[in-house]
T-cell receptor, first 112, second 118 residues
Framework: AQTVTQSQPEMSVQEAETVTLSCTYD???????LFWYKQPPSRQMILVIR??????QNATENRFSVNFQKAAKSFSLKISDSQLGDTAMYFC?????????FGAGTRLTVKP | EAGVAQSPRYKIIEKRQSVAFWCNPI?????LYWYQQILGQGPKLLIQ????????DSQLPKDRFSAERLKGVDSTLKIQPAKLEDSAVYLC????????????????FGPGTRLTVT
């Protein structure tokens, strides 16, 4: 069974600085997808960034980028130039054969 | 493009009562998911529909939970009778299709329904 581990329950960062959220997963599959979702206090889950396992190039979306290490089964999220609006829960998710598994989440607080 | 709609946003019931949640997915999305998110945890899949057929309900407590997706569009999730441990946020999500590359797998979430069982 696939499992997703986020080892940092809480993190904080100063506005305009950079922060990295960790995620590891366990799977025997070779083809899968990885996602980072953001869940602000309003509860709406918003897709931040996604990565296909067969692509070696790390995905980037504006201030958000990932460090995907397939051999190490690691998928970390880097947020550059942190903004107050980035304050939220961040969930790492793994999908194979349309079966999505989420990590327990990391609560990120951006401080002014 | 309208997002995933859910109602109600909040519901408070007593244990042993019944409750129903409604979800309207993004137009054209064939796959619909119901998740349970207990406070402090990530979402856990309860049931997945492909059009109006059930694809995966292995984690649905079938003695008290039921779900349907008539006509392959809207869906309802019901709990009867509710227990204290059912207190959670119930999230509905939809995706375009099962296959067809990464874009088909991306799930779009609704705002959720927060259920409190007292």
């Amino acid at each position: 069974a696939q499992t997703v581990t986020q080892s940092q329950p809480e993190m904080s960062v100063q506005e305009a600085e950079t922060v990295t959220l960790s995620c590891t997963y366990d799977t025997s599959e070779n083809n899968y997808y990885l996602f980072w979702y953001k869940q602000p206090p309003s509860r709406q889950m918003i897709l931040v960034i996604r990565q296909e396992a067969y692509k070696q190039q790390n995905a980037t979306e504006n201030r958000f980028s990932v460090n995907f290490q397939k051999a190490a089964k690691s998928f970390s999220l880097k947020i550059s130039d942190s903004q107050l609006g980035d304050t939220a829960m961040y969930f790492c998710a793994f999908m194979a054969y349309n079966d999505m598994r989420f990590g327990a989440g990391t609560r990120l607080t951006v401080k002014p | 493009e309208a997002g995933v709609a859910q109602s109600p946003r909040y519901k408070i019931i007593e244990k042993r009562q019944s409750v129903a949640f409604w979800c309207n997915p993004i137009s054209g999305h064939a796959t619909l998911y119901w998740y349970q998110q207990i406070l402090g945890q990530g979402p856990k899949l309860l049931i997945q529909f492909q059009n109006n057929g059930v694809v995966d309900d292995s984690q649905l407590p079938k003695d008290r939970f039921s779900a349907e997706r008539l006509k392959g569009v809207d869906s309802t999730l019901k709990i009867q009778p509710a227990k204290l441990e059912d207190s959670a946020v119930y999230l509905c999500a939809s995706s375009l299709k099962r296959g067809g590359g990464l874009a088909g797998y991306e799930q779009y979430f609704g705002p959720g329904t927060r259920l409190t069982v007292t």
